[in-house]
């Protein structure tokens, strides 16, 4: 992994994809004794993280889950704009109904991109601060793997409420 040092230098966007994928290994660390090393950032059309788990490459795109394109500019400190509080408030109303579809439509999309590794993981990194890992069991094992060997959701911005498998390529839920 990184420098505390080495993590301050990151941009924006390299930090969502590095503290998605950093929760990720440190939960398979813990709960797997699996080591997800750290390699280098990813340039098209590699995925976003190339790593080192037992001594094999793999290739990791991280994605984030947003309740929506609001939630995620506010979340992002993009939102100088009165305007959008507003539809914030409007969108807070129906989370259930935007999460699950959104989650649906993220992993479709990156099924849909091309990368040039082999050894593939989708690790996704949920944003919306009203879900946690209660909130997703309904639908742990119920995506297809596609090109990716299989599929996480960090449940949480942090991993604390837990971390479940997506793709139902026979897994444990985590306790």
């Not at 939102?79 to 959008?84: P, Q, R």
């Not at 449940?155 to 997506?166: A, K, N």
Request: net charge negative; aromatic share 12%; glycine share 8%.
């Amino acid at each position: 992994m990184l420098t505390g040092q080495q993590e301050k230098k990151l941009t924006t966007k390299q930090g969502i994809e590095y503290f998605g994928f950093k929760y990720f290994a440190d939960w398979q660390q813990k709960e797997h004794h699996t080591a997800f090393d750290f390699e280098r950032f990813g340039d098209s059309p590699e995925p976003d993280i190339l790593a080192v788990r037992n001594g094999h490459n793999i290739g990791v795109e991280v994605a984030t889950l947003y309740s929506s394109d609001y939630d995620a500019a506010r979340l992002l400190g993009r939102i100088d704009d009165e305007d959008f509080k507003d539809e914030l408030q409007k969108e807070t109303m129906i989370p259930l109904e935007r999460v699950y579809p959104r989650l649906t439509n993220l992993i479709a999309g990156k099924q849909e991109k091309e990368y040039s590794v082999s050894l593939l993981w989708l690790v996704i990194r949920n944003a919306f601060p009203l879900f946690a890992k209660q909130d997703f069991l309904c639908v742990a094992d119920s995506y297809d793997r596609g090109q990716f060997q299989e599929i996480w959701l960090v449940c949480d911005r942090s991993g604390s409420s837990g971390i479940l498998r997506l793709d139902g390529n026979g897994c444990t839920r985590p306790g």
